[in-house]
T-cell receptor, first 111, second 117 residues
Framework: DTAVSQTPKYLVTQMGNDKSIKCEQNLGHDTMYWYKQDSKKFLKIMFSYNNKELIINETVPNRFSPKSPDKAHLNLHINSLELGDSAVYFC??????????FGPGTRLTVL | GDSVTQMEGPVTLSEEAFLTINCTYTATGYPSLFWYVQYPGEGLQLLLKATKADDKGSNKGFEATYRKETTSFHLEKGSVQVSDSAVYFCALSAPQYSGGGADGLTFGKGTHLIIQP
């Protein structure tokens, strides 16, 4: 019973390509998030969605766009990939103040 | 803005040693505080949390107490095991919107803990 799942686990692509990462949660949570973890393991929030509305949009490039077809899914689309986009991307979900539950991560490598 | 500062590692201890990982924070209002653990190659797991001053979070032998007067949330464990080797993240959640309910986490930089047999 995976609570928060992401696909793919690994993604290797060339600069300039467009790619998507999918996220699904089966916890019934109202809010979902995307985080970026850099090579030094530093985590920073990118977006959150609450009931299909974008709530937080940190200063990330507009090449990144979250899309939520329903409450259980939050996908991340990245256009014109750059070398600096290489990182591990984590999806998470939460309900109230109970803490956030994270997916296993997607390691993106841009060549 | 909000920030979390935690001791940087790696922290290397022998099995059965006492563990303390320091964490202090800066935030407006009254944040909720969390410790997450990340094992190699895995995602983050919520270890424990505290939502108000003087609350003590505990799980799997780990404890942390929300100290508002010192703005701290130090992680402790009385006797560590090799299986505790991981990266530990302190984090806070503070309401950023008047409507509330969608709080992103602000993380510290993580502390790499290595337990030797």
């Amino acid at each position: 019973d995976t609570a928060v799942s992401q696909t793919p686990k690994y993604l290797v692509t060339q600069m300039g390509n467009d790619k998507s990462i999918k996220c699904e949660q089966n916890l019934g949570h109202d809010t979902m998030y995307w985080y970026k973890q850099d090579s030094k393991k530093f985590l920073k929030i990118m977006f959150s969605y609450n009931n299909k509305e974008l709530i937080i949009n940190e200063t990330v490039p507009n090449r990144f766009s979250p899309k939520s077809p329903d409450k259980a899914h939050l996908n991340l689309h990245i256009n014109s990939l750059e070398l600096g986009d290489s990182a591990v991307y984590f999806c998470a979900s939460s309900q109230g103040a109970r803490g956030q539950f994270f997916g296993p991560g997607t390691r993106l490598t841009v060549l | 803005g909000d920030s979390v500062t935690q001791m940087e590692g790696p922290v290397t201890l022998s099995e059965e040693a006492f563990l303390t990982i320091n964490c202090t924070y800066t935030a407006t209002g009254y944040p909720s505080l969390f410790w997450y653990v990340q094992y190699p190659g895995e995602g983050l797991q919520l270890l424990l949390k505290a939502t108000k001053a003087d609350d003590k979070g505990s799980n799997k032998g780990f404890e942390a107490t929300y100290r508002k007067e010192t703005t701290s949330f130090h992680l402790e464990k009385g006797s560590v095991q090799v299986s505790d080797s991981a990266v530990y993240f302190c984090a806070l959640s503070a309401p950023q919107y008047s409507g509330g309910g969608a709080d992103g986490l602000t993380f510290g930089k993580g502390t790499h803990l290595i337990i030797q047999p």
